[in-house]
């Protein structure tokens, strides 16, 4: 490019990392800010002088406009398509929490095995041994040898199998396409098979992103297939799962349990603190709740904006991006 290149940083998140950027990038930027919630007004003016937007959500892009590249800074990007971008613009995300992600699932999958901090820890704080033998009393289980069904194989699916695998269980898979793993998965199917998958599953983790296809594809008729004994996660959207029939087969001791990180219910400024779903979760007494914070680590976040950052590089030296999702046909 004969002239400096422009990046507008829209939104809070965005505008946050304008220091880490400036430094991190090798190319040379000019870098404009704009919070579009709190500057509608002035937004236009600065998108129409933008090669790149970084930012999170849904903009109004006239064709005229020289944007090329708008990047998110994270995953998801369910609330965007094609059509909302002009023809010309290419959308990029950005992944760098899987590694985050899986290690949230293993920890819970561990503690449902274990019980070491809803079950050992505090009743040792309370009652010591509680007249326990520590050659006898109650035992608990083990990860090993259980069976790790992954539900949309992809960055996130990918590193809870090397870490399933590292405890010595077994990993079956199933996504759109499937892929050769070697000797992280242990079978690997479609979507249309997952039938098998639910019934061999001791843990169900779906890691599937949410679209027309996969939105609801986990509910009565899915639960019913699974083990009685058997624990879901979801890390990956939360209307992936139906919202009633996951709640029924917890609130009824269908499964086991759960580990539940994705929501159907988030906070707005219209009510900044709901609960995270119609149903009370919160009440049941087999599930671990977070929210929506498997992935959110300093690490993460630093890992995330120096890919930001050496996208920026990209683009300015005319090399082929990454992580395109699609190209807008607006």
């Known amino acids: 490019m004969s002239e400096k290149p422009t990046v507008l940083l829209a939104g809070k998140n965005s505008i946050r990392r304008a220091d880490f950027l400036a430094k991190t990038t090798e190319t040379d930027w000019r870098f404009l800010t704009c919070d579009f919630a709190e500057e509608p007004e002035r937004f236009p003016q600065a998108l129409a002088e933008a090669d790149v937007v970084i930012g999170g959500s849904k903009i109004d892009v006239p064709a005229s406009n020289r944007l090329k590249l708008y990047q998110i800074p994270f995953t998801g990007y369910d609330w965007i398509t094609a059509a909302d971008l002009p023809k010309g613009v290419v959308f990029c995300n950005t992944y760098e929490h899987e590694t985050t992600i899986a290690e949230h699932v293993m920890l819970g999958m561990l503690e449902f095995q274990i019980g070491l901090m809803r079950d050992t820890h505090p009743m040792m704080k309370a009652k010591s041994y509680n007249g326990r033998s520590i050659s006898a009393g109650p035992m608990h289980r083990e990860l090993r040898g259980q069976t790790v069904g992954i539900v949309g194989y992809g960055h996130i699916g990918r590193e809870i199998a090397r870490r399933s695998k590292a405890f010595g269980t077994r990993v079956m898979a199933v996504s759109r396409t499937v892929r050769d793993e070697g000797d992280l998965v242990d079978w690997y199917g479609t979507v249309a098979e997952m039938d098998r998958l639910l019934a061999e599953s001791d843990f169900v983790v779906v890691c599937a992103p949410l679209d027309d296809v996969t939105r609801g594809m986990i509910g009565t008729a899915q639960f019913a297939k699974m083990k009685p004994d058997a ?31 994705v929501w159907y219910t988030y906070p707005s400024r219209k009510d900044p603190n709901p609960w995270p779903s119609r149903f009370p979760f919160q009440k049941l007494d087999n599930v671990i709740l977070s929210p929506h914070n498997s992935a959110w680590t300093e690490e993460m976040s630093t890992r995330r904006w120096s890919f930001v950052a050496s996208q920026l590089d990209r683009f300015a030296r005319g090399e082929d991006l990454l992580n395109v999702c699609f190209e807008g046909e607006g």
């Open 231 to 261: 624990v879901i996660a979801n890390v990956g959207r939360g209307e992936v799962i139906d919202e009633a029939a996951l709640y029924a087969a917890l609130a009824d001791k269908r499964i086991r349990g759960g580990i539940i990180d």
